[in-house]
Each structure stands twice: as structure tokens, then as C-alpha cells.
């Protein structure tokens, strides 16, 4: 703990940090203009005023295919004496022909008669008729387009038309970025452990591009002080504006607030907001440097709240302003007093009233940006918003796609994702949005009629019946229920099984590894250690092999295998079949029976992850051991929560977790053995009013398409045979 | 008469014609795929759904800077019994640092002290706290995009967290762009007589950008059969769509159709809507062709109706719908049943109800889409809608620009489009929109509750004072005048006045030019026979002299000049002083001369462009024509009616005019000669209750500011000294 870190000035609201960071640099803020070519103005801002050169039409011109004759030549003519013209009285005209002197009107080719005198008009023609009079669209030297004004195709054409071929644009503000940190790789670079992917300034960049800059992208800097200064003080001599990205929270190896007040001054650090507190505004020779988070959606929302603005005004471009629907809160959001907050929400039409689900705050949550309709501020001066309440949600989609999305709140299941995929593909302008609350948390959002269907998968331990009981009791209104899938639940365990286990008994953390140290790492490393104890002796016990993971293919650094392997002993390993799939399984087999002995040490039991309450394969999971008579206390990680199958998947796959419940298909997707536990049904539960809806019905349409069961088998573990059966309650 | 003329079928409506050319090609469709690199993809559209190859984090993660720990060490620390862990027990770490086995917990920095046994721990940790688990934010292997998703800079981010690098994108669509016409020019061109300035190309061009597709655009082809063939024949085989650009109406010249039938199959031609029917939709090779026609309004509603539509199939973009607004119509529009028509209309909100004023209907209209706020369809089915209805209108600016627009209708001056062009620079966000109705009309469109401000230039002729009876009389509610500007009417006449006209006197059609061949020509060509006549002779009187001015520098070709001086008599331009300013004013002396004889032929009087009726222009030309004695009859023109001063300019600059009155700042703009008539003062007009609105204060601030009164000076013929006083009646 010898490091310094930085302790934040006391932070402020954004308000205000705007307020004082924006006053501060107002002078230095300048618009810069550039000459463009008018071809390549398409959504430019222009720089001044622009004055028409010449005017269109630039001479009198034909609005009609006909001739152009004198208007006085005609004046009596009519059906019962018409007047013939010579050919010296007349021009035969197309449309937008020039018309001169001494003709002054246009009659159409449908109202003459040619005949062998001339032409025969029946009617007189006023002065002027059908012709367009120069500067009729245009007048030369008129203004066209206002300055700031947001240059569209139409514009283009004006202009052109006018005789401007160059305009004065406002200059689009050049940003520099740069991403800072020492653990940082590049996307293409193969990550390791403790590796973090750089993206965010590939965010930044185009973010900077929809805001009205240009980007420019630089390397990654390690956290290297004199690296990190070098950068910004060329960067803020060369461009308008300058990002540094991580560095600016308070941790130990943050030197981005030290080199800014070194090189200018600090304005503000630190922001209550949430996410994105870590903010430094700066300014460095007159350009504005703004240090931003590292975490994902602490670094969107600070480049919101600063960056975009600051560009929107050296671009000379009007704030964009999300549209916005007051929605019911599906659920209870609790906040603090100490900052203001932005909630991701799924925001769907159900009924007649739009309902906001928020979806993961934290930092992090990367994906909670991508997911999200829209999102909801809780101000700083609020304790949070009550579930039912209505807010304002600012949107990140349009109204229009908010409304023609079916709301499916409920159990997960990657078939899910697969119906998302298919809709808007299949059914123009018809989307899917699903949050994930598990089964009783989607029938619970049914009834507060906060989504159209729920996918559920809910076992009557009386009945063994699937679903339809539960509707039965939790709704008085006239429900259906839309079959789903039949998909087989199960343990996900690591690749290959290392840990030899067959059932939920197996899971019981009575069943324990001898040796604090034991680990099975992940299954990478328990291949190594296996390997290991193979060229060890190529024996079918490892014992007294030590094993550094680090030096071995596997790659993973800190699988200190070899520990477990010097613990094996008891009988169960010795009376189990060793296979020939590699010695990794002998020396899981080994872990196995450690953790059957009854060595003594710190008890390390099997690492267990569990869904959260209310999802189906809870309920499975906890009925399944009531059968086997497993008391949940039994179970090391009972409270670990996860969210979805494939978080479940993730964690075993990772070295925190050796087991966890859920589908076939998520297990395969993440590689992970598979102990089929029980199969299931995991149905649509809908009020009956919702299906005559035109998305409902699109809906449906997929659950029976063959696109739906191709995409199905391909995932593996399904039985789609009565896929979009509709049974009415 | 000798040319073909193409004759339409039957045209049939938008819709029908959308969906039976639709039809006809829907197995053409082709959505193609490519692949393109994640860091170019913003606004590109997913082909299939993403799934992640990573997880994010890639591993347990802390979350918090401070020490990973074994949680069971903490699990009875408390501030009575601490805990204190040896170097050995826990590892220091900083946000996003990995964790590994055995430690499964993180301690923030904050909670703990460091002693020199090791670190005293005073609150036990529970497993897994401060840690972000491994694919807490995405697994490995779950979508993170659906297809037919349009990436934005966040989903730019997350792609890159799970190891995308490249994805599967939908191909823009290549759209070859083909302008036809033998009298098109390219905007770089010198315009010569009858040059249309080709730029319906390039607005199609960034029609195409706008949709979704890539445009290429192509040299004009002159009206040939074979090069039009030639040219369509092997872009339909190289690209996705061909556009042809005029060519599509009945016009004499109009080989497109015939092309088309030729090379391949016409579907449609003709479409009962306005501006806009002459479109051509055909198949030729498999590929979409279109034929557009060649007015700009036409070009832009028949891209919009057809075009677009295709573009966004073949790119998978949704369909951008215009949000919409109920609008009062300010004006009575009469359409036909023979056709849908678009009308273009400015949109304000005006107390709280949203106005719409119709702009030009015409096809060759363009600033009217330029100026347009939004469109209002009259449907086929309809005859018009009355002044006061309500009906939707879509939108081009948005709802939040349109409430913060002060919406001016009344007289029109060069002075309006000064404050709409300095309005949104010095005041974010805000805009000026102006109709011009001249000022009796924009005293009734207050009246109608149509607009926030009229500016007016009535003279009462029996005070002889300005605006302020007309309030008091045609106004019961509170009203205010704004001062404006003192300005200069009097007669625009041609550069160096050829014709002499000295006063209202010279406008009467009693003051004939002999000979109705005579022609004034432009002033240029004024000019070049002013020279050919001082050539001639560096006399006096042009006599006898005939010249051609297309053989001048001139460049107006039908100038016929000659004719004019050959007719030169009377005793005025005897009279005449000669100045030095070159012969073209001696030989417009002899024209005007010519017109003071009493020589016989056909009289052709002095051609007068007049404002229309309302216009304060015009109540002041009356108002002198009554002082001056002179009947309205005897004005040739009089009946001409033009929308503004800068069309009036327009029109005595071209051939088809002689005189015209309007304001100094015009005739300047055009370089035109200027008669002073008579000051004027020019004021705005508005209801008292608008005063206190934001958008009408920053009006106020504009007229008294340093720019507006540098700017009015650049105009010239203005007095600015009470500019934003308020007079309230």
C-alpha cells in the first residue's frame, strides 16, 4: 500500500461543472471555418450566409412543351374564329426553353391544331402564361442558406443551381485521444491475464464523429508520467480539443491530474454523477483537455456531458436532444443524495402506457448502453423512484420502434435472441426487446401489465405439469400461453469434467478438497497440470508433482495445480475407470478424491453458482435437491446470484466457479460439459387481449417459421414441436 | 410541330405505382453482405446477429482499488477484534486487476490501515464483493447485436471489448447516376442563353448518401438515343439501381422511355401526383432503373417516392418517418382529383397552436423545398383544404426548432433574411422563418393568430403617417409596433437606365417605342450595342446601325438591338444632354426617343413588373400613380404581379422586363439603376402579449445590435436609428 492515490477535490454537480468549465474556456473557444466544395457539404454546417449568383431559371424560361408566340397575336382568338400563326409568329418550345422578346406567352402542344397554313390556336393566351420568369426559384444575390444552417441534399442542389460551387463551412473540431494505461492491449492483440481490451476510444472516436469533430485515435501510452505528459502537451499545440482516457479516478497508477495541473490547470475533478464521477476538465495552452474514465459507461456519460457539447460548439451544431416519453417504472431505484444518476431502461408500449425497465447500473455494464432504450435521470437532490411511478425517459431509439416492439420481460433463454434476430429481418419495423427477471418476474411484470409476454418455465411440484398452473392462479383476466421449447436443464461444468461431477450430490461442499491451496484453475490449466503430471510419470495418480502452470502452454498464470495433486488420496479415485482422454482428467480425478478424503486444512469446497430468486431454474434447481434430500446450506455459492444461463456458463468457465445450473445451449456456447439434470418446457405466457397485435401475431409467426427451428438446431438441445401453439385459459 | 411527343399512359397513384413496381422487382431485390472492420462500421447495418468471442471482463475482476483477500480470513473481523493479514494473506490491487484463487474478495483502499504486522481489517468481507465476475458485462458466445441493427459508437466499443474485429455488414447499395440533356450544363460552366445548370445529379447523389447506398454520378449525356441506351445498358449491369435524370416527361427530346422499353421492361409511367408525375420505373438487366424528371421539386418528391424506398430495402435501413404535426393552414390550397400533391409549407408555433403557410406550388420551385419546414399532402381523393383546417403536416425541421421560431409573415425585405441569419448564431437554438404576403396580408395572418410578428410599410394616405393607424383600426387586442427601418423605394430600371426613365410619368404605355421589334435586350446587350453604335460612328444618335449582339461581348444572343436604333427620332434625345458614360446610353436615349415620337407600327410600351396586391410596394405605387394622375390602365404590367422585391429585380435585370418598383437594397443587389420615389418607413407589427416570449426578445436584441446595423450598412438605402424601439398602442 506504499502507492499514492489521488483523494478527489470535493465533486460537484454536472451542472455546475459545466457551468465552471464551460465559463472558464469560453474565450478560448473558437469556430473555425474552412472552404468546402459544394459537392462534399452534405451535412456541413455553413459558415456564413450564402447569396445566390445567378438566378434560376437564369433567362425567361418555357414551363411548357408547346410554342411561344406574341400574347397580342391571340388576343381574340376562340373556338368560332381562331387565329392561325405563321411560322414567323411562333418558336416551337420544350419546357424550360429560353423565352425572348417579342414572344411573351406559351401556349401548350395540346391546345394547337397544326395545320397546312400554320398553327391554329382556339383561345387567347395571357401575357406571360406558362412561363417561368427569370429568378422565379432564385433571385441572383438573394441569400440561399442562412449561416449554421445544416447543409441537406436539397441544398445542394440549390446551390449548385445558383451558380456556388464553394462554400464557407464551419471547420469541424479535431480531437486528439488518447487512451492511457499500462494494462491495456490492443483489439487485435491476443489477450492475458489481467489484459484489458481498449475500446473506449474507438467509442470516443466515433462519438466525436456524431457529435461534429473528427477524431483522431492515438496508441495506447502505458502509465508512464513523462510518456503521458509528452502526448498532451504536443496534442493541445496541435488540436482543438484533447481526450485522455482512464487516469483520471483516483487510483494508484492515475498520473493524468498530475500532468494536467503540471501543464495547465485543473477545472473541475470529479463530478456526483453515477456512472462517471471520475471526471477532470482541464485546459492545457488554451485547448480544453478532458480527462475521462475508464469504465465503459462512466466514459460515455462523461463524454455526454462535456465532450459532446464542447464539440456541438466549436461545430457550430445544435444540441441534440433525445426525444422523451413519460414511463411507468417497472422497478423500485434506489439512489443517493451524494449524485445525480443516469439508469439504462428498456422502455416498451404495453397497452396504452409506456413502461422503462432499468437495466444494470453499474460502470461497467457496457452492454446496459447497448441494450437500452433509453434512460432515466434520478436527480441528485432524489432518494430514488418508486416502482409504478411514472418518469421522464429520454430516448435513444425512436417512439415509433418503441412502439412496434413486443415487450417480453421474463426467463432467459437464448432462443430469445434468436426471435430478436429474426423479427425486424422477417417484419419490417417490428422489433423484440427482452429483460431477463426470471419466470416469477415475468409473470409479476404481466400483471402489473409492464410487458406483452413472459417466457416461463415454472414446474408444479404437485402436478409435474409445466406453466399452465401457475397462470391459473396468478391471473384473473383470460390468459394464454404460446408453447415454447422443450430444452433440457442441467449442470455446466468445466471442459472435460475436471472435477468428476455426475450429479447434485456432487455438488454438496461436505465434499471438499484438502488443502487450502487447491485449486482446479480453469480447465486450460488443469490441462497443463495434467500434461504435467503425464510427462511426471505418466502415471495414473500425481502425487508429489508440483506443477507451475505459468511455464506450461495453458497460460493460465496462477493455476498452482500441483497442490491438489499432491493431495490425492482416497479410495474413489483408485476405483474409477481412468480413461484415455488425457491425464488432465487423472488429475482431476486426483482433486475428486482429495476432496473425498478426509484430509484436514481449509475445506475448499466445489464452487457452485446459482440463478437469482424466481427464476425457473431456481425453482428446478431447489426442487431437484429437495428430492435428493441436499440441504441448500450443503451448497458453497447457494447465494451466488447470476442473472442469465450464460452468465452462469461464463463463471464456470472462469476460474471462480466449477458448477452451475441451466440450459444445453449455454453450455454449449461457452464449451462447458453438461450433466443433464431434467428436461423442460419453457413456454410464452400471454394475456389474450395482446394477441390480436400486430407484433404478437409476427411473433408467433417466427416461433412456427423454419428459420426459427434451423437457428434451433443449430444451438443444440431443443425440441420445437409444437413451437407457437396457442392454448387459451 | 414536326417532333414526337411522348404520350403518357394512364397515370395512376403513388401508392399503386409503388406497389406494382414493387412487385415486379421484389425477387430482384438483393440484400448483398460484406465485410467491413469494426473501427469503419458507425451507421453501417449489422447482416446476421454478433456474437461475442470474449467475455468482458476476461477474467474475475476487481472492481475497487485496494487488496484482494480470502474472504473467510475477514470473517470475524470487526472493530473490536480485527483482523490483521500478513503480506502473505492479500495482494494489493487496482480496479479491472484480476483476482485469482485463492483470493475470492476485494477490500477497498479506504477500509483499511496498514500496520506493520500487516494490514488490520476491522468489518469482515463477504465472498465475491468488489468483484466484477468473469462476462459480468458480456459472455463469450452471446449475441450482442442482431442483425439488421444500425451500429452506433457504443456498439463500436462493446465489439471490440468482446473481440469482434470485423463483422458482417449490409452492402450499400451502388446507384449509378446518369443526367441527360442536350441544354444541361455542369455547374462550372459559363451559362450561355438557355443553359440549365445540371444539380439534380448531385442533390440524387446525396439523396442516395442520405438512404443508405453510394451514389456515382456521371457526366451529363447529351439527348441521344444511343448514348442513353449505351449508358443505361452497362450500368444496369454493373450496379444495383440506375437512375436517369430528365428524360422522363413527354417532352419532345424525351428518349428515356423508349430506351427503357428497348433495353428492358416500363412499369409504370406517369404518376397521378404533383409536382412530380412524369416517373419512369422500369426493369432493364434484373436491376431497377428509374426515370426522374427534371424540375427539382419533381426530381426531389419522385427520388423521395420511389427511390428512397428501394435504397432502404437493398440497405436494410428502416424507413425514416417525419414526425408530424396538426397545423392550421393559413391559406385556402385548391388541388385537383387528378392527383396526390405535396405541398411544401413553413411551419411556426404561434400561441399554442402550429401554423402552416403554403410556399410555392410550382414543380421548378426549389427554394420552396429549401425553405420548407414540412410538406402537407392534399390527397388525390381531396380538392383542397380551406384556410383555418387543420391537417397533418410532416415535418423536415424538428418539433423543438419549430417552437422556437419566431414566425414572421408580411413584407418582404432584404433585412429579414439579415436577422434570420444572425438569429441562431447569437442565440442558440432559436430561428426566424418569414413568409412574405406582403403587409396587408401579414396584418390579417395576425389577425388569425398565423404569425408572432408582421412587418408592414403602410402609409395612411390621409396622416401621411406610417403602420400605426393600420394597428389601431384593424385591432382590438393590445398591440405593439417595432420599429424598424427607414428605407428607400422608387423604380428599379435597368444599369444605366437605357430606357431614361426619370419618374412614374415614363412608366405610361402612351410612351410607346416605335416598332415592335425593339428590344431593350439585358443590360448587357445594352451595352454591346452601345458599343457597336459608338463603333459606328462615336455619334451621338445610334442611327442606322444594326447589330447583332451575339457578335458582341455581350452574350445575349437575341438582343436585336439594332432595330431599336434604327427607329430613333423625336426631339428629346436631341435635347438630351450626352454624358461621357459610354454610348449605351446614347443608344437607350435613342430607344426612349423613339418611344416619345409618334412613329406607327406596333406599340411597345414600357414593360412594368408590379408587386401583388397588399403589398405595402403597392399601395405606395397607387398611392403616387393617384398623385401623379395616372390611371392604372395605362401601365403595360401592371397587372404582372411578383412576391418580392428581389423578384421584381430579378425581372427588370432579365429581358422580359423595364421597370419595376421596390426598395434600394434590391436594385443594389442586382446592380440595377434606381429611381428614389419616396422614404418609407418599415416597422413590425405585434401583438403586445408576444413581447416577453425568449425568441421574440432576442428579435428585439438583434435590431439594436452592433452586427444587424453593420450588415444593414453593407445592404445600403437603409436608416437604422430607432431599429427595436417599442411603441405600444
Known amino acids: 500500500m506504499q502507492r499514492k492515490r489521488n483523494l478527489y477535490l470535493k465533486t460537484i454537480p454536472v451542472e455546475e461543472a459545466r457551468e465552471k468549465y464551460f465559463s472558464a474556456i469560453a474565450d478560448l473557444i473558437t469556430v473555425k471555418h474552412e472552404t468546402i466544395k459544394v459537392t462534399e457539404s452534405l451535412d456541413r454546417i455553413t459558415g456564413s450566409a450564402i447569396y445566390a449568383k445567378y438566378s434560376s431559371p437564369l433567362y425567361n424560361a418555357s414551363a411548357m412543351d408547346g410554342i411561344a408566340v406574341r400574347a397580342a397575336d391571340t388576343a381574340y382568338a376562340s373556338e368560332t374564329s381562331p387565329v392561325v400563326l405563321k411560322e414567323t409568329d411562333y418558336v416551337v418550345v420544350d419546357t424550360g426553353d429560353p423565352i425572348h422578346p417579342p414572344f411573351d406567352a406559351v401556349i401548350m402542344a395540346e391546345d394547337i391544331v397544326e395545320t397546312e397554313d400554320g398553327v391554329r390556336i382556339i383561345a387567347s393566351a395571357h401575357p406571360w402564361q406558362h412561363i417561368r420568369p427569370i429568378g422565379e426559384d432564385i433571385v441572383a444575390g438573394e441569400m440561399i442558406l442562412p449561416g449554421n444552417h445544416k447543409i441537406r441534399a436539397i441544398d445542394i442542389g440549390v446551390l449548385l443551381s445558383a451558380g456556388i460551387l464553394e462554400i464557407e463551412a464551419v471547420k469541424r473540431p479535431e480531437v486528439a485521444i488518447f487512451p492511457t494505461g499500462t494494462e491495456i492491449i490492443e483489439p487485435e492483440e491476443e489477450p492475458e491475464d489481467g489484459s484489458i481490451i481498449e475500446s473506449n476510444s474507438r467509442m470516443f472516436e466515433n462519438m466525436v464523429t456524431v457529435a461534429g469533430g473528427i477524431g483522431h485515435r492515438f496508441a495506447p501510452i502505458a502509465d508512464d508520467y513523462a510518456k503521458i505528459r509528452g502526448a498532451v502537451a504536443q496534442a493541445a499545440g496541435r488540436y482543438d480539443m484533447v481526450i485522455i482516457n482512464a487516469g483520471s479516478s483516483a487510483g494508484t497508477e492515475d498520473y493524468t491530474v498530475h500532468v494536467l495541473r503540471e501543464l495547465g490547470e485543473v477545472i473541475v475533478h470529479g463530478v456526483s454523477v453515477k456512472p462517471g464521477k471520475p471526471v477532470i476538465l482541464a485546459v492545457v495552452a488554451g485547448k480544453p483537455v478532458i480527462g475521462l474514465p475508464g469504465y465503459p459507461v462512466s466514459a460515455y456519460i462523461g463524454f455526454e456531458n462535456f465532450v459532446t457539447p464542447l464539440i456541438q460548439m466549436m461545430a457550430r451544431r445544435p444540441e441534440r436532444l433525445a426525444e422523451t416519453v413519460q414511463a411507468h417504472i ?18 416498451g408500449k404495453v397497452g396504452d402506457k409506456f413502461v422503462a425497465a432499468p437495466l444494470a447500473r453499474g460502470a461497467g455494464a457496457a452492454m446496459s448502453l447497448v441494450r437500452a432504450d433509453g434512460f432515466c435521470i434520478i436527480e441528485q437532490n432524489s432518494e430514488g423512484i418508486e416502482a409504478g411511478d411514472v418518469a421522464e425517459i429520454a430516448l435513444y431509439r425512436s417512439r415509433r420502434e418503441i412502439e412496434n416492439t413486443v415487450v417480453v420481460i421474463g426467463s432467459h433463454d437464448l432462443i430469445l435472441d434468436v426471435i430478436a434476430d429474426i423479427m425486424p429481418n422477417a417484419y419490417k419495423d417490428m422489433f423484440v426487446s427482452s429483460t431477463h427477471v426470471g419466470s416469477m418476474g415475468g409473470l409479476m411484470a404481466l400483471r402489473r401489465g409492464e410487458a ?22 396468478m391471473f384473473r383476466e383470460p390468459m394464454a400461453l404460446i408453447k415454447g421449447v422443450h430444452r433440457i436443464q442441467g449442470i455446466m461444468v468445466k471442459k472435460d469434467n475436471p472435477l468428476r461431477i455426475e ?14 491451496e487447491a485449486d482446479c484453475g480453469d480447465s486450460a490449466s488443469g490441462a497443463a497440470a495434467g500434461d504435467a503430471g503425464m510427462s511426471a ?20 498464470e496462477r493455476a498452482d495445480a500441483g497442490n491438489a495433486g499432491a493431495n490425492v488420496g482416497g479410495v474413489r479415485a483408485a ?15 486426483g482433486k475428486r478424491a482429495g476432496r473425498m478424503g478426509t484430509a484436514g486444512g481449509n475445506a475448499v469446497p466445489v464452487r457452485y453458482v446459482n440463478r437469482q430468486r424466481g427464476a425457473g431454474t431456481r425453482v428446478l434447481f431447489d426442487y431437484k435437491l429437495k428430492q435428493a434430500g441436499i440441504d441448500p446450506a450443503e451448497i458453497n455459492g447457494y447465494e451466488r446470484e447470476m442473472a442469465t444461463h450464460m452468465a452462469v456458463a461464463a463463471a464456470v468457465a472462469g476460474d471462480g466457479a466449477d458448477a452451475g445450473m441451466g440450459v444445453l445451449s449455454a453450455a454449449k456456447a461457452m464449451g462447458l460439459d453438461f450433466i443433464e439434470i431434467a428436461p423442460e418446457e419453457y413456454d410464452f405466457a400471454i394475456p389474450a387481449k395482446f394477441l390480436e397485435l400486430p407484433h404478437i401475431k409476427a411473433f408467433l409467426q417466427i416461433l412456427q417459421s423454419a428459420e426459427f427451428h434451423d437457428r434451433l438446431a443449430q444451438l443444440g438441445g431443443y425440441d420445437a414441436g409444437r413451437s407457437g401453439e396457442v392454448i387459451l385459459l
Open 503 to 516: 450429479g447434485l450430490a456432487d455438488l454438496r461442499s461436505g465434499m471438499e478438497i484438502a488443502g487450502k
Open 330 to 347: 417497472s422497478r423500485r431505484l434506489v439512489s443517493s443524495l451524494k449524485h445525480k444518476e443516469y439508469v439504462r431502461v428498456k422502455v
Open 575 to 589: 476405483g474409477k475407470k481412468i480413461d484415455g482422454k488425457a491425464a488432465a482428467g487423472e488429475y482431476a480425478e
Open 452 to 473: 406483452h409476454i413472459a417466457p416461463i418455465h415454472l414446474l408444479d411440484e404437485e402436478s409435474g405439469e409445466y406453466n399452465i398452473s401457475y397462470l391459473k392462479k
Open 537 to 556: 510419470g505418466n502415471a495414473g495418480t500425481a502425487s508429489d508433482v508440483r506443477v507451475d502452470a505459468k511455464e506450461m502452454a495453458g497460460g493460465a
